[in-house]
């Protein structure tokens, strides 16, 4: 007999994207000509190609593994020494951030990463999340077996759950609850709120107080354009003692179907075991990388490093660019149409109110059948949620300004 995880079948099936492709495609074959015209600003996926820098360094990277002398191989579990470098020097040590090379650890995505990190953390933290949220960090949660069932609005038993809401700009304030474990996510993927210098101090704080572990989520980190906005929670001092930061190339070097990201667990950073003494983290990560990941290939870690040259640089500014143009354009088009805005200043997505008072679905199938608009309904990220919509600013710029039309007539 074999048993199964229980824990798998208290997931709400994955309930957001397929429902939007159902809905999507219902549409569409009911409405084939108007589905000619559908544009979709659901997903969170770039869509601009791989910058030139990258295809350059990995057209080269190709070539070595083609001869005897320069093949590899397996190579580090943790990334190629020369890209642990690169990122620790030009994310953290240019910037005045004390952070080693050996405290980078190279992976297949922040995704994975945000998943994987639950294997060296115990089965009893009280986990936070704000809410709404990014489904992975609770979905994660629930997989290993930390929270209770769901209740009618999709909330899950045991997690600690803190509204984001307009009162507090979609930046949940420290809880007065003691949490262990607690997921921040800035610039905010749905929300596109950020977090000032103030706000992730009183984190930093709360976190050293109560010995929590900050899960600081930065996939977003290359679109905050404010000044004075921390673009790392190391920025703030006693973060290497309670964080740590996943970052990723999927957003900035539009490496979402190349995959490559990073994490950094500073070895100053120390948890509890079960009798109460401390250890640190980073020997835990990297034996769980040594022995349950083979590393990024040498191609895409090559790829990656390009992504830090000159031009690479230069490429990677032309694409936020690009991306944060489009953000302007959907933020005056729905602003001039009378919906209340937020996000698009410092992430690619806007956070919309539905307007009168409509359900996040209503609003879900009024884009779809009246301006043949794709957005993701704000209920779908948690209860918090309902009553708004995310718009992506991933796009052409074509269609973004067709979207700015039909939100102009609806
Ligand atoms: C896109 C995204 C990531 C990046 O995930 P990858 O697995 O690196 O592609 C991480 N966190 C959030 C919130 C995201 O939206």
């Known amino acids: 007999m074999a048993y199964l995880n229980d824990n798998y079948l208290k997931l709400r099936a994955g309930y957001l994207f397929p429902e939007i492709a159902r809905r999507v495609k219902a549409f569409c074959e009911a409405n084939p000509e108007p589905a000619k ?3 979709r600003c659901g997903i969170g996926d770039v869509t ?16 070595e593994l083609g001869s005897r002398e320069s093949f590899r191989g397996y190579g580090p579990e943790q990334g190629y020494d020369f890209l642990r470098h690169t990122i620790a020097e030009n994310d953290y040590r240019a910037h005045g951030i004390d952070v080693a090379d050996d405290e980078i650890f190279v992976s297949d995505g922040s995704k994975c990463d945000c998943g994987n990190i639950l294997d060296i953390l115990g089965g009893d933290n009280r986990i936070a999340v704000m809410d709404p949220v990014y489904p992975v960090y609770v979905d994660t949660n629930v997989m290993a077996g930390h929270t209770g069932e769901a209740d009618a609005s999709g909330a899950y038993g045991g997690l600690l759950y803190l509204p984001c809401t307009e009162a507090n700009g979609f930046v949940a304030d420290v809880p007065s609850e003691r949490a262990d ?3 921040l996510c800035f610039p905010n993927n749905p929300t596109g709120s950020v977090a000032t210098r103030a706000q992730l101090e009183a984190w930093v704080a709360y976190a050293l107080k109560n010995r929590s572990l900050l899960l600081f989520d930065a996939a977003y980190e ?3 354009s404010e000044p004075g906005i921390p673009h790392s929670i190391y920025e703030i001092p006693g973060a290497r003692e309670c964080a740590i930061e996943f970052r990723s190339f999927s957003k900035n070097g539009g490496f979402t179907g190349t995959r490559c990201a990073f994490t950094v667990v500073p070895k100053t950073l120390m948890a509890q075991t079960k009798s109460g003494e401390f250890h640190a983290l980073h020997p835990l990560w990297n034996r769980r990388m ?14 990656a490093e390009a992504l830090y040259s000159p031009e690479g640089k230069a490429q990677v500014a032309d694409l936020i660019t690009h991306y944060m143009g489009n953000a302007a ?4 088009a729905a602003t001039d149409a009378g919906l209340n805005v937020w996000g698009g200043v410092n992430a690619p997505y806007l956070w919309v109110r539905t307007p009168g008072g409509a359900t996040s679905w209503e609003m879900f199938d009024r884009m779809l059948t009246e301006a043949n608009v794709v957005i993701t309904p704000g209920s779908g990220f ?3 949620g309902e009553g708004y919509f995310r718009i992506s600013a991933f ?5 973004v300004e067709e979207v700015a039309v039909r939100l102009a007539r609806l």
């Open 181 to 183: 474990v607690v997921y």
């Open 290 to 303: 040594s022995t349950k990941f083979n590393g990024v290939s040498y191609v895409v870690q090559r790829g």
């Open 382 to 384: 948690g209860s918090a």
């Open 48 to 63: 601009e190609p791989l910058p030139e820098a990258v295809r350059v360094a990995m057209h080269k990277a190709v070539d």
């Open 395 to 399: 796009n052409s710029r074509a269609a």
């Open 222 to 224: 290359a679109y905050i």
């Open 329 to 332: 354009v959907l933020r005056k």
């Open 37 to 39: 015209r559908l544009i």
